[in-house]
């Protein structure tokens, strides 16, 4: 269901928004009247963007200083982190640390450096929302997942910190842990792995995009002023705790 014009007014920034889950997010976002700057580093992909309401913008969002830059030049109410790598499926002790430091660097060090900087804009406003994409493997850990279950368990904890720093503001800062969804990024995955996530899920269902992108919105609205540093899991059942 769209609620038109739910975002009128409003502006958003998301993160590895020319696909998967920040590509519908940032669509219903622009569809509920609301605009989005679609942020990526793959050029092809946000070449073929062409939404109104959408703009776009090729940057790596692990480099600090130029998330700040854009940052300040967009000045957002809304900021979306979705971008986000998984990493091989290994053991621990098999685990490459280059691939280590990748995920933790994409998955982490960005997602931070773009609270960072949005944070105070949006204080300074009276008014935001910050919505990291989180996973169930950071509450729970998969096996053969070290570093994706890792930095994902460092992105609830840091929006637990940050809503509660942001708690007196009008800005709220939390987070969705999906179960897996069916998305590009399963080709970064094994069989093996992708058939495990499934058999964990009562449901016996992997999430869809929408599904997400409604909790986002929500997340996102004028309607969620009372939930901040919350990890909302979309699991299917599988979450515990």
């Known amino acids: 269901m769209i609620f038109e014009n739910r975002f009128k007014g409003r502006s958003a920034v998301v993160t590895g928004g020319a696909a998967g889950l920040g590509a519908g997010i940032a669509g219903r976002i622009v569809a509920e009247?609301?605009?989005?700057?679609?942020?990526?580093?793959?050029?092809?992909?946000?070449?073929?963007?062409?939404?109104?309401?959408?703009?776009?913008r090729q940057i790596?969002?692990?480099?600090?200083?130029?998330?700040?830059?854009?940052?300040?030049?967009?000045?957002?109410?809304?900021?979306v982190c979705s971008?986000?790598?998984?990493?091989?499926?290994?053991?621990?002790?098999?685990?490459?640390?280059?691939?280590?430091?990748?995920?933790?660097?994409?998955n982490v060090n960005a997602v931070f450096y773009c609270c960072r900087a949005?944070?105070?804009?949006m204080a300074a406003k009276g008014w935001g929302r910050i919505v990291n994409i989180a996973s169930i493997a950071g509450k729970e850990g998969n096996p053969n997942a070290p570093a994706y279950s890792s930095s994902k368990a460092a992105v609830i904890?840091?929006?637990?910190?940050?809503?509660?720093e942001l708690a007196t503001t009008g800005v709220t800062c939390n987070a969705i842990a999906p179960a897996a969804v069916r998305t590009a990024i399963f080709d970064q995955m094994t069989q093996e792995h992708i058939d495990?996530?499934?058999?964990?899920?009562?449901?016996?269902?992997?999430?869809?995009?929408?599904?997400?992108?409604?909790?986002?919105?929500?997340?996102?609205?004028?309607?969620?002023?009372?939930s901040t540093g919350f990890c909302f899991d979309q699991s299917g059942g599988r979450a515990t705790a």
């Open 83 to 106: 971008a986000g790598i998984t990493g091989p499926n290994t053991t621990t002790w098999d685990y490459p640390v280059e691939d280590w430091l990748a995920v933790h660097n994409l």
């Open 196 to 226: 495990f996530m499934q058999s964990k899920i009562p449901m016996g269902r992997f999430g869809t995009v929408e599904e997400i992108a409604a909790m986002a919105c929500w997340l996102a609205s004028d309607e969620a002023s009372f």
């Open 157 to 164: 904890g840091l929006t637990k910190s940050l809503g509660k």
């Open 60 to 79: 790596d969002v692990t480099d600090a200083t130029a998330v700040a830059d854009a940052m300040a030049q967009t000045n957002p109410d809304i900021l």
């Open 33 to 56: 009247g609301g605009t989005a700057e679609v942020w990526d580093i793959n050029p092809d992909a946000l070449a073929a963007i062409d939404t109104p309401g959408m703009t776009t």
């Open 118 to 121: 949005a944070a105070p804009l």
